[in-house]
């Protein structure tokens, strides 16, 4: 167990609906990183926070956002979703400064947009 | 950008036989080189890291190498076990901002 978790764990939704995924980072972890992995895929990094503001942004589409909010909790919000956005998403979180950066990686939520 | 390649994507190992999955960078700037594991329906767990001040590490039956001239990066898995048998990914970062993952291995270790 990595100490990170993630909600709901599955997901299943129609196209063009809007769904809010939740992580909790381990406890004393400032920054949390969200990541997509696809069928078969490697992970894709899609956003990173640090103690609420947002750090650094990979190939994240502008149909998605997260927040990190002061508890440091973070969501990742997906809307308009597509086929292709059928995906497992994971959050990571770590210490994030420049010498202790181990990411620790939670469950997933599984999405399926049918 | 930093870009990660990662080979081989899949590798099939007898049971006691070494594994060696290599990966290569693009920005010399990445500092921390992590490799993680994932098994079947679970999330990527940290196995090993390696810093940019460091040639080698080892852990048990896992060692990473790190090239820095070169840019590239390796792990080794001595003594293989049917439980080895998952998929690896390699990463890049720089200090504590974006990390950038290879596109992982599959690694089969055969009984």
Same mark, same amino acid.
């Given at each position: ?114 | ?11 099939? $190992?007898? !049971?006691?036989?070494?594994?060696? /999955?290599?990966? @290569?960078?693009?920005?010399? *700037? ?23 001040? $460091?040639? !080698?590490?080892?852990?048990?039956? /896992?060692?990473? @190498?790190?090239?820095?001239? *070169? ?39 055969? *009984?």
């Amino acid at each position: 167990d990595s100490g990170v978790t993630q909600t709901p764990k599955h997901l299943i939704t129609a196209t063009g609906q809007r769904v809010t995924l939740r992580c909790s980072p381990r406890s004393g972890d400032l920054s949390v990183y969200w990541y997509q992995q696809s069928l078969d895929q490697g992970l894709q990094f899609l956003i990173q926070y640090y103690n609420g503001e947002e750090r650094a942004k990979g190939n994240i589409l502008e149909r998605f956002s997260a927040q990190q909010f002061p508890d440091l909790h973070s969501e990742l919000n997906l809307s308009s979703l597509e086929l292709g956005d059928s995906a497992l998403y994971f959050c990571a979180s770590s210490v994030a400064s420049t010498v202790i950066d181990e990411q620790y990686f939670g469950p997933g939520t599984r999405l399926t947009v049918t | 950008g930093e870009n990660v390649e990662q080979h081989p994507s899949t590798l099939s $190992v007898q !049971e006691g036989d070494s594994a060696v /999955i290599k990966c @290569t960078y693009s920005d010399s *700037a990445s500092n921390y080189f992590p490799w993680y594991k994932q098994e079947l329906g679970k999330g990527p767990q940290l196995i090993i890291d390696i810093r940019s001040n $460091v040639g !080698e590490k080892k852990d048990q039956r /896992i060692a990473v @190498t790190l090239n820095k001239t *070169a840019k590239h990066f390796s792990l080794h898995i001595t003594e293989t076990q049917p439980e080895d048998s998952a998929v690896y990914f390699c990463a890049a970062s720089m200090g504590g901002f974006k990390t950038i993952f290879g596109a992982g291995t599959r690694l089969f270790v055969k *009984a």
